[in-house]
């Protein structure tokens, strides 16, 4: 059966960088003659790209790989493929477990799948593929953009460098790899060559960004610093955004160049997990609460407009009732724009899961409520600050609602986190970016429309 007569479609869950993995594989393939489809019943090949990073996600992984097994069923299924990072973090288990699955493709092989499928159909026996996570893709890299065309996701480095005490990434993506800026930039512009207006940069911390480069090479000037602004200058896009931001690395100098860059949005995506000091050091954060608050109020001082998102984990070992309440505090006090919290899981193979002083789970599911509750109402003031403002919004296109409704987005909102803004008054292309007049407010989205 030749590649061109092949279906595959591919699952993607997790986070933006597995979904950019997923579109490097979909770009693979596509180069190789396999038709993409948009729905599992219809593909010869399914792949599951899944996400092994707390136990939620785990979860469904799993479930997403035995509910598409059932397609085998019916005789359309040949070939179900397990990929990602649950992969490579529990390749021994998974292989055992997993009888329906015919391939395991590790976080280190992914780049290679057309070469692997190929070989499968070919009758070859070999069902795993595993190897160190150390492929970087560049920008000649084979990737369907899955996003619309007018926004997309660019993947900076792999791995991390962090070893925070509660997370799994270092043990399932390795240690921080860094693509060079000139890299980046090239493939920023052929995104936008290809219609992108909006650039979203991701990595495992951003902060981090060039550590690993100007460690081997004291020549290299591969920084956080340089690589925005390079991005700004020479890529062409008219938005960029940038997630997962740390305040260990967040400094006056990168501030102004936000407040300088018209095309830098002043969205800082910024996972603080705690603020009370014994709890950072027993979650290896490196950080303090005083270097905290001094990052935050740079940012308020210096770009008030600013939208600021952080996570919080409750219920970590050793929290206390005095911790958890600090943290209260600290919320009410601050006024975050948005606010994500997590319930502490203990991860195998982490510092966290072997500390005492571990917590029920009523205990934590309480405290994720508290911390969602007080945060509810502010989300709802500082959005309802916004009703009789003008805002740029980027038209994404008809409303997921009803298609009486166009949905966009301002600059504080991240496509898939945040919330929309809804227009029902006007008429706009998708990738457009358009003025609205806000003219109401709800507990995700805005309301607004077009004056020009």
Request: hydrophobic share 35%.
């Amino acid at each position: 059966m030749p590649a061109e007569n092949k279906k595959v479609h591919i699952i993607s869950l997790g986070c933006p960088k597995n979904l950019v993995d997923s579109e490097i594989m979909y770009g693979s393939l596509n180069d190789q003659g396999y038709e993409l489809v948009q729905n599992k019943e219809d593909a010869d090949t399914v792949i599951v790209n899944t996400c092994g990073f707390i136990e939620q996600a785990k979860e469904e992984s799993i479930q997403t790989v035995l509910d598409t097994a059932e397609l085998k069923k019916t005789g359309s299924l040949k070939k179900l493929v397990v990929a990602g990072c649950l992969t490579q973090r529990y390749k021994d288990e998974l292989v055992e477990g997993l009888p329906e699955a015919d391939l395991f493709v590790g976080s280190g092989q992914f780049q290679n799948i057309t070469d692997i499928l190929g070989k499968a159909y070919a009758g070859e026996q070999k069902k795993t593929f595993f190897h160190l996570p150390t492929y970087l893709q560049e920008e000649t890299t084979p990737r369907l953009n899955s996003q619309y065309k007018h926004r997309a996701y660019l993947k900076i480095s792999e791995g991390c460098k962090k070893r925070c005490a509660f997370c799994a990434i270092p043990l399932i993506r390795g240690n921080l790899q860094s693509r060079k800026v000139e890299s980046v930039v090239s493939e920023a512009k052929l995104l936008v060559a290809s219609g992108v207006e909006e650039l979203i940069v991701i990595s495992h911390d951003f902060t981090d960004y060039g550590w690993d480069l100007r460690k081997k090479n004291a020549e290299r000037v591969d920084s956080p610093y340089e690589l925005l602004k390079t991005l700004s200058e020479d890529s062409g896009a008219k938005w960029i955004r940038v997630l997962y931001l740390y305040p260990d690395g967040l400094n006056e100098r990168m501030i102004q160049l936000f407040k300088e860059k018209d095309n830098l949005l002043p969205y800082f995506d910024m996972p603080l997990q705690h603020i009370n000091n014994e709890m950072l050091k027993r979650m290896n954060r490196r950080m303090t609460k005083e270097k905290i608050l001094e990052c935050l109020q740079a940012i308020r001082t210096e770009l008030p407009e600013a939208i600021i998102r952080t996570q919080f984990i409750v219920g970590f070992p050793g929290e206390t009732d005095e911790m958890f309440n600090e943290l209260l505090e600290f919320i009410e006090e601050f006024q975050f724009d948005r606010v994500g919290a997590f319930t502490y899981s203990p991860e195998e193979n982490t510092k966290a899961a072997t500390l005492d002083g571990q917590l029920d789970e009523e205990t934590k599911l309480e405290r994720f409520k508290k911390v969602m509750s007080l945060q509810r109402p502010i989300s709802n003031k500082k959005h309802a600050d916004f009703i009789g403002k003008t805002i740029d919004v980027l038209v994404d296109g008809v409303s997921e609602e009803t298609e009486l409704l166009l949905q966009g987005r301002f600059f504080g909102q991240a496509p898939d986190i945040d919330g929309v803004v809804l227009i029902n008054d006007g008429t706009a292309k998708q990738g457009e970016i358009v003025k609205v007049k806000v003219t109401e407010s709800h507990d995700y989205d805005l309301v607004g429309e077009i004056i020009s």
